[in-house]
């Protein structure tokens, strides 16, 4: 008899596929959930980044200090860190990772302006950080910065190195604490 397959990650309760939950957490990460119609006739849209810049972009020039990108933890098959950010936080990420990453090769690049930048015109200091693959890995894929399975049917739990993603998750917790509780903010 065939072992069956994971469908959710370890210690993750089957029921945050609910509705509810997936409410829940996008109200949570900033992200909106909208019908036009009242009760839910159909599929929710999801806005992220830009509509929330666009939509709050006083708020945003006023009040944020940073602006962190999550995408692609535990990225299957990378081997080292990759981080990206604007010159005024590369200090400030490089040394949170000094002090948090175990055995991987760092390395830093300057953050371009990509789909992903949201908040680059507000002037907010961006980042993200994620596993990256070596340089060879990336010529035998035709440079898939994010696995050949991005952004495609593909892209499924299987691609995910979970003990990678403790390390990420653990990574991108130092980072929101340091932001969060430095009296002084190294940007």
């Known amino acids: 008899m065939a072992k069956a397959r994971r469908t959710t990650p370890p210690e993750m309760p089957a029921c945050t596929n609910s509705p509810a939950f997936l409410r829940s957490t996008a109200t949570s990460c900033g992200a909106a959930l909208s019908?036009?119609?009242?009760?839910r006739t159909r599929p929710a849209r999801w806005f992220g980044s830009s509509w929330f810049a666009d939509r709050n972009w006083d708020r945003v020039r006023e009040h944020a200090v940073a602006y962190m990108m999550i995408d692609q933890p535990g990225m299957l098959g990378t081997t080292r860190w990759s981080?990206?950010?604007?010159?005024?936080l590369r200090s400030f990420h490089q040394t949170v990772e000094g002090r948090t990453l175990r055995?991987?090769?760092a390395e830093w690049h300057k953050a371009p302006k990509?789909?992903?930048s949201s908040f680059f015109g507000a002037g907010i200091p961006t980042f993200w950080a994620e596993g990256?693959?070596?340089p060879e890995e990336l010529q035998a894929?035709?440079?898939a910065t994010c696995g050949w399975w991005h952004h495609s049917l593909e892209s499924t739990f299987d691609k995910i190195d979970w003990d990678w993603m403790a390390e990420h998750i653990r990574i991108y917790g130092a980072y929101l604490w340091e932001?969060?509780?430095a009296p002084i903010l190294a940007v």
Do not use: K, Q, W, Y
């Open 35 to 39: 019908s036009d119609s009242g009760p």
């Open 83 to 88: 981080a990206h950010s604007t010159a005024e």
């Open 103 to 105: 055995n991987r090769i």
């Open 114 to 116: 990509t789909g992903d």
């Open 132 to 134: 990256g693959f070596t």
């Open 141 to 143: 894929t035709a440079n």
């Open 179 to 181: 932001l969060c509780t």
